[in-house]
């Protein structure tokens, strides 16, 4: 065992005590910050509790820890620390962040973090106040270390979509010789399948019925087969490689209609029938990923209609420039994936090293500060 280090309940080290209830209607304006269970969310003119101070969620956002410098009132949602027995706060606060607090709720209908049961985990600290601001010490530094290679990698993982998004841009805005105009009711019928009532559709069954909420994803229901064939053969419906586009919620979402038995909700989903002799369903596919849905630039659009996308300008070159420029649009998005995977993965490992370092702390084997390459 860790010389000066000991095994205690939480409940020996801190005490979680509820915060206060305070009406909306009885918040005044001042310099003390209001305390949620997702962090700081208005201020007061009173305080509650003297700072430095410890929180985390009890209902809503469970399992953040926010060490707060200054007094503040700690809101219903909430459980603060109401005493530390002499510990250090910022050492509390790493502590309560090193093991999963979303573990320990309880209750029918709305999580709720049980504070007893948190009272109950064993911990291992050292019980040296001037130890335990050493490991803060070790981990303030560690942790910023880290916040700075995720900001970089965050910075470049943005930057890398950013670059595409403007190749894409210069692709389709381009006027030269031999390139035409026209809008996207010029070059095809806006269609969308016949309409089906929720009556008609089951949890389980032969052919998939996407809906906005399922669009691209894995259906919840379903139409029988006969239904399918009838109203495939009647009414409009995509051929193999047809861009469908979401028409609401959020707005452009394409897929590439694979040829496969489905069905889809009429004017939510929805893709223009175009003559590919003018326009390539790929070409289209890629033009749809950088398009203006909105040119008003007015308030958010929560639908896109039928006439606004028949509107909507699109510049093509011939086929078969067409093909050539898809193909470089290809291999730039294969190239710029591999590099965001790349970034993903190292966001994923700072979140990993981060978990080590804190698991390190509290059993007593951390012993010096280690610099954390960007």
Known sequence: MTQGWSHKKLGEVCVLQRGFDLPKGDRKSGLVPLISSSGRSDYHDEAKVKGPGVVT???????????????????????????????????????????????????????????????DELVFVPESVEEQKRIVAILDQAFADIDQARATAEANLKNTRELFDSYLQQVFNQRGEGWSQLTLGEIGRVSMCKRVLKAQTSSSGDIPF????TFGKEPDAFISRSMYEDFKAKYSYPKLGDILLSASGTIGRRVIYDGKPAYFQDSNIVWI?????????NYLYHFYGICDWNPSKGATISRLYNDDLRRIKISFPAPNIQKQLVKNISLLSEKIEIV?????????????????ILQKAFTGELTKSKGIAA
């Not at 996407?210 to 909420?213: C, D, P, S, W």
């Not at 965001?340 to 080590?356: G, I, M, P, R, T």
């Open 57 to 119: 969620g009890r209902s809503g956002s469970i399992g953040k820890v926010f060490f707060i410098e200054e007094d503040f009132w700690p809101l219903n949602t909430t459980l603060y620390v109401k005493e530390f027995y002499g510990n250090y706060p910022r050492f509390v606060a790493y502590l309560l962040n090193s093991f999963d607090l979303s573990r320990y709720t309880s209750g029918a209908g709305v999580p709720t973090l049980n504070r007893n049961h948190v009272h």
């Open 210 to 213: 996407f809906k906005i909420g």
């Open 340 to 356: 965001q995977a790349n970034y993903v993965k190292k966001l994923d490992s700072l979140d990993e090293l981060k978990k080590s």
């Open 273 to 281: 029938d175009n003559d590919e002799r003018l326009v390539l369903n």
